[in-house]
């Protein structure tokens, strides 16, 4: 990675910023790669009672309406494990019992192994990891405009997201490359992730033949047998349910696939309140952990003990127009209490960072703020599309993800509690000082002033006169130019060569075979 870091990772160091010196003075002000860990209780949006009436709800929704499961192999395996499967349909309805025993089997806390040890995730407890922008169709910058999705592209938000210390992995393809045949675009994407990153990746369920790809892919990739692979997890899938109260045949494949071989299902129901989800938040909440329960418990089935996630992504729609919003209120209080649902649980929680804005403006910035600190402060462990969404997910704008980066920073530095003690009271500084005087040259600032505050990537903190004498850059525009300078100064990171050519034999030896199958 060509990124430069500060002085080692020192307590201080990683609270405060970076720590320039004279040969370091033009490197990037990145914090130093590390898993951000939250010292703060999480919010509680709703009482107790109330999160143990949405639970009772939910086994309501899944005892007497049922989930269409539209897999015959997945309604064989439920009805083997005592669900009620309708006899002439695809209704299956599930006993109280059957659900919170199947759930309670999950882990609580799991370790996602990259191809690089030191990149390895921890999953539950108080860590808090960072995904990239994943799925949009179009991609944009200010000097492309907007545009269907391309491989190159796509590459270079690989190697974006590689570069920026604070993405600790990538959710999926952060724009959808659609000059490349569906047939095998899994495999060209998948080895890029190998190629051109060393951090944990995701891989569609989209078909078995995709997963089982990916799965391979991901034990190529860290030069492991399958029995390892089988041991430690190093793959994740979001599993979308199809509100309402629906799991289609290639989501339930995939946590066949994935759960069966120990990887990584992170249910995710995409409820829309007022369109796929009752009008009211508990409505739609009941619906949605009812939902994420039913596959959750699936994947228990199939194997025991698979590492799962319970993801929420409940918001609203607008209600004049029913076109999606993100980063409401509304979700912002909806991510809060998924985080109560998913800890009554005993789960690691997934949430993620969300707009509607169409431009980079202040409707992008205070969205993206709302949906952080309701992920973050409602006890995430995972925050899918932390940096680069658009227009509600239709579009990865590269300055975006550079905007963004710079907020998860912040809260990363928010989030790093500052040491209160005799040196940091400072009153010996304060004496010398005294009334009316500063503390710019003082020896306690002086031995400080380097890693006292955080260090800003991207904001403007010059006087009006200095930022027009500048040429009067604006924020959208200094992205711009950490984006073109990060893509200038990329290295790929190092690749054991017989790892390169097995990838390499793989995908070519998938792609004569055809690749994958393009209907469903």
Sequence with gaps: MSVQTAEGPTPRGERRGRRRSASAESA??????????????????ISDDAVESIHQA????????GI???????????????????ADGERVRFDRGLIEEAVARAPSRFVLHARNPEHNLEIGGDVVNFGSVASAPNASDLE????????TDYRNFL???????????????????????????????????????????????????????????????????EEQLDREPSLFTIINSSSPLRLDAPMLQGIIEMASRNQVVVLTPFTLAGAMAPVTLAG????????????????????????VMYGGFTSNVDMKSGAPAFGTPEYMQAALAGGQLARRYGLPYRSSNTNAANSLDMQAAY?????????VMGGTHMMMHAAGWMEGGLCASFEKMVIDAELLQMVAAFLSPFEVNEETLALEAIRDVGPGGHFFGTPHTQARYRTAFYTPMISDWRNFETWREAGSPVAPERAAEIVRRLLREYEPPPLDEAIREELEAFVAKRKEEGGAPTDF
């Design 144 to 151: 492309g405009g907007r545009r269907p999705g391309n491989q």
């Design 68 to 86: 269409e499961v539209m897999l015959p192999e997945a309604r064989r395996i439920l009805q083997e494990a005592g669900a009620d499967v309708q």
């Design 284 to 307: 739609a909440l009941a619906q949605q952990n009812a939902e994420a329960l039913a596959g959750i418990a699936f994947a228990q089935i199939v194997r025991p003990g698979a590492p």
């Design 159 to 225: 190697k974006l997201g590689q570069s920026l210390n604070i993405i600790h992995l990538f959710g999926g393809y952060p724009v959808e490359p659609v000059d490349l045949h569906p047939s095998v675009r899994h495999l060209d994407c998948l080895a890029d992730f190998v190629r051109l990153t060393d951090k944990v990746f995701h891989a569609y369920s989209l078909g078995r033949e995709r997963n089982r790809d990916a799965i391979e892919i991901a034990r190529i990739a860290r030069g492991i047998d």
């Design 28 to 45: 990037l002000p990145q914090l130093p790669w590390r898993q951000v860990r939250n010292p703060y209780p999480p919010v509680e949006v």
């Design 367 to 375: 969205e993206s703020v709302f949906s952080l600190w309701g992920a």
């Design 58 to 65: 939910s086994l309501t929704i899944l005892e007497e309406i």
